[in-house]
């Protein structure tokens, strides 16, 4: 993974206050990751912290759009991704991430890098199946629907071509 340097951020010079940082993703952000199944990629990270005197809560939202396969028709689309991720910050002896919600960071720290976060917020966001708006509406008329809609087995076919003995 390249340096992310935009990321860290500095909770020691900080104010016991909340802080909102602002973030663009983009597709050089997950190339620094390695996952290329986005075509392109446009998601506005807010991260909003509340710093404390012995904790921090940081709290991710992420809007925009990432471009994707159809998995029905194969055609490029936008989808669309709204996540929100609440993440608590202790403090420790020594470095702990076991629990999801809960990071705990050795007293010696003065920063964190919240490109991780960011990056499983983003990826978790996007649907298993991904369908084309316009094949879930109907409008959308491609080779690979029409065949699919040739191949397509309906009730009356089925009742004509069971064997009885299955029945």
């Known amino acids: 993974m390249k340096d992310l340097k935009q990321f860290?951020?500095?909770y020691i010079g900080l104010k016991e206050a909340s802080h909102t940082f602002e973030y663009q993703i983009d597709n050089t952000?997950?190339?620094a990751f390695h996952f290329d199944e986005f075509f392109d990629a446009n998601i506005k990270?807010?991260?909003?912290?509340?710093?404390?005197s012995t904790m921090l809560t940081l709290n991710f939202t992420a809007t925009g759009t990432v471009n994707v396969l159809c998995d029905v028709s194969g055609e490029e689309f936008d989808q669309e991704i709204h996540a929100a991720l609440p993440l608590l910050v202790k403090f420790g002896n020594e470095f702990n991430d076991d629990?999801?919600?809960l990071l705990?960071?050795?007293?010696s720290e003065?920063?964190?890098n919240?490109?991780?976060?960011?990056y499983e917020m983003i990826v978790l966001a996007i649907p298993s199946k991904r369908v084309h708006p316009k094949v879930l509406d109907g409008t959308l008329e491609t080779e690979?629907?029409?065949?699919?809609?040739?191949?397509r087995v309906t009730k009356e076919k089925t009742t004509e071509d069971v064997d009885p003995r299955w029945d």
Not at 114 to 118: K, L, R, S, T
């Open 8 to 10: 860290n951020i500095h």
């Open 29 to 31: 952000f997950f190339e």
């Open 45 to 52: 990270v807010t991260l909003v912290l509340d710093k404390k």
């Open 99 to 101: 629990n999801e919600e």
């Open 104 to 107: 705990i960071l050795p007293y």
């Open 110 to 112: 003065f920063q964190m």
């Open 114 to 118: 919240v490109a991780q976060y960011i």
């Open 144 to 151: 690979a629907l029409k065949k699919l809609e040739k191949l």
